[in-house]
């Protein structure tokens, strides 16, 4: 299994971005899929996730109703769509997958089974 995170880069504060992970090696349908972040000297932490169908997501409080978490099964891609971003937003995003029949209902990072190697966001203020 292998996940690329893309779409990082420098943003004003209330600004904009959207990241995509493309995923090979697997059957993507059946993978739940999800975002985390890790800020300078804080620990990984869950940011969204999204069911195999896309028909339930699950999102940390701090960006509930600014970040829209999406997939595309047919293009193997699950995206993160950023809004109103803040400073505090900064930070590497990774994407991340967990083996079925684990479910996107579970938020912890030691259920991921797979990571891509980050792309970083920064929002200046």
């Not at 739940?32 to 000297?41: Q, S, T």
């Not at 999204?50 to 109703?65: E, F, M, N, P």
Request: with cysteine; proline share 3%; glycine share 10%.
């Amino acid at each position: 299994v292998q996940l690329q995170a893309s779409g990082g880069g420098l943003v004003q504060a209330g600004g904009s971005l959207r990241l995509s992970c493309a995923a090979s090696g697997l059957t993507f349908r059946l993978y739940a899929m999800g975002w985390f972040r890790r800020a300078p000297g804080k620990e990984r932490e869950f940011v969204a996730a999204i069911s195999r169908s896309g028909s339930s997501t699950y999102y940390d409080d701090s960006v509930k109703g600014r970040f829209t978490i999406s997939r595309d099964n047919n293009k193997n891609t699950v995206y993160l769509q950023m809004n109103s971003l803040k400073p505090e937003d900064t930070a590497v995003y990774y994407c991340a997958t967990k083996n079925p029949p684990k479910t996107a209902a579970d938020r912890a990072v030691s259920g991921y089974d797979y990571w891509g190697q980050g792309t970083q966001v920064t929002v200046s203020s």
